[in-house]
T-cell receptor, first 113, second 114 residues
Framework: AQTVTQSQPEMSVQEAETVTLSCTYD???????LFWYKQPPSRQMILVIR??????QNATENRFSVNFQKAAKSFSLKISDSQLGDAAMYFC??????????FGKGTKLTVNP | NAGVTQTPKFRILKIGQSMTLQCTQD?????MYWYRQDPGMGLKLIYY???????DKGEVPNGYNVSRSTTEDFPLRLELAAPSQTSVYFC?????????????FGDGTRLSIL
């Protein structure tokens, strides 16, 4: 069974600074995918970034990038130049071997002006 | 482009009542999912479907039923509502194309059982 662990229930960052959100996972699958989703107060689930496990190169999307350490089963999200609109719950998720997506419990990010 | 549409957005039920949460998608996705999100928690999978006529249980299926008669629609049925089913429900869809593609989520339904 897949598991996803987010060890930081809450994080805060100053506007324009950089913050890293942690995620570890466990899976026995060799072919799997990892995702970060953002959930702002509006409750929408918004895809931030996707990483294919077979790719060694870390995924990036504008100010968002990941540090994917496959051997350590670690998948952290780095947000650069933080903006007020980045304030949200961030969920790490894993999918592999089936159609099921497994979520972590989330990290609440606060951005201070 | 509507994406994934859920109705209603809010609903209050009395204990023992039944209702159906509607979900429809217009992206021709073959995979559809129902999740629940309890306060301060991540999403837990209730049921999912890999295509019309095919459904399977997720992590927390008790108290719910689903059907998938068309590609577009995936309703979730609550029978004999209980306070433990108070939650926010999300429907999602995706497609299998060169690996697992991201799921697209609806805006959620906030359901309270009193």
């Amino acid at each position: 069974a897949q598991t996803v662990t987010q060890s930081q229930p809450e994080m805060s960052v100053q506007e324009a600074e950089t913050v890293t959100l942690s995620c570890t996972y466990d899976t026995s699958e060799s072919d799997y995918y990892l995702f970060w989703y953002k959930q702002p107060p509006s409750r929408q689930m918004i895809l931030v970034i996707r990483q294919e496990a077979y790719k060694q190169q870390n995924a990036t999307e504008n100010r968002f990038s990941v540090n994917f350490q496959k051997a350590a089963k670690s998948f952290s999200l780095k947000i650069s130049d933080s903006q007020l609109g980045d304030a949200a719950m961030y969920f790490c998720a894993s999918q592999g071997g089936s159609e099921k997506l497994v979520f972590g419990k989330g990290t609440k990010l606060t951005v201070n002006p | 482009n509507a994406g994934v549409t859920q109705t209603p957005k809010f609903r209050i039920l009395k204990i023992g009542q039944s209702m159906t949460l509607q979900c429809t998608q217009d992206m021709n996705h073959n995979y559809m999912y129902w999740y629940r999100q309890d306060p301060g928690m991540g999403l837990k999978l209730i049921y999912y479907s890999v295509g019309a006529g095919i459904t399977d249980k997720g992590e927390v299926p008790n108290g719910y039923n689903v059907s998938r008669s068309t590609t577009e629609d995936f309703p979730l049925r609550l029978e004999l509502a209980a306070p433990s089913q108070t939650s926010v429900y999300f429907c999602a869809s995706s497609i299998r194309d060169r690996g697992y593609q991201p799921q697209h989520f609806g805006d959620g339904t906030r359901l309270s059982i009193l």
